[in-house]
């Protein structure tokens, strides 16, 4: 029995592969390399796994322009605002006063779907066309509250 065996590595010095075939047993090369290698646009052997824990990594997310891109406003039917009065009035966004009941709403867009027969005055950011005029046929106003512009010169 041997007692000191060579390595097979100190044998094989200057040959490339070490006894085995060009592809295999070479380290990473079989698996295409470690993590995220080989997981570009034509990945179809890690697509899978790509899919599956990393889902948004192929395609395009959009371009969005800092800053200047508009919030869509919260929007409130006017039988919304009829339903809600008692609400209103309780947590303090409505107030009676002898014009009529004031309310603020200014986070908000009125859309004029519905009725409205009680006489309003209302602080709004945006109102549509039918809803102001619903709104005035009940006796009551809009009032526009005004946002202020960022970095304004």
């Known amino acids: 029995m041997k007692l000191k065996k ?4 100190a044998r094989m010095r200057g040959s490339r592969t070490h006894g085995w075939a060009m592809k295999k047993h070479k380290g ?6 470690k ?10 052997q890690k697509k899978t796994y790509v899919l599956r ?3 948004p990594y192929f395609g395009k997310q959009g371009f969005t322009s800092r800053g200047t891109a508009k919030k869509k406003l919260k929007t ?10 008692q609400s209103f009035l309780s947590q303090g966004r409505a107030k009676k006063t002898s014009q009529g009941i004031e309310l603020d709403l200014h986070e908000y867009k009125i859309l004029g779907d519905g009725k409205i027969n009680e006489k309003l005055l209302i602080t709004v950011r945006a109102a549509s066309v ?12 809009i009032m526009y509250k005004r946002v202020p512009q960022e970095n304004a010169v």
Do not use: C, F, P, V
């Open 35 to 44: 993590g995220m290698a080989g997981t570009g646009k034509r990945a179809d």
């Open 28 to 33: 990473s090369g079989n698996r295409g390399g």
């Open 76 to 85: 409130i039917n006017l039988s919304e605002i009829e339903s809600n009065l």
């Open 53 to 55: 824990y990393h889902y």
């Open 130 to 141: 039918s809803a102001i005029a619903k709104i005035e046929k009940a006796g009551g106003k």
């Open 6 to 9: 060579s390595k097979k590595s």
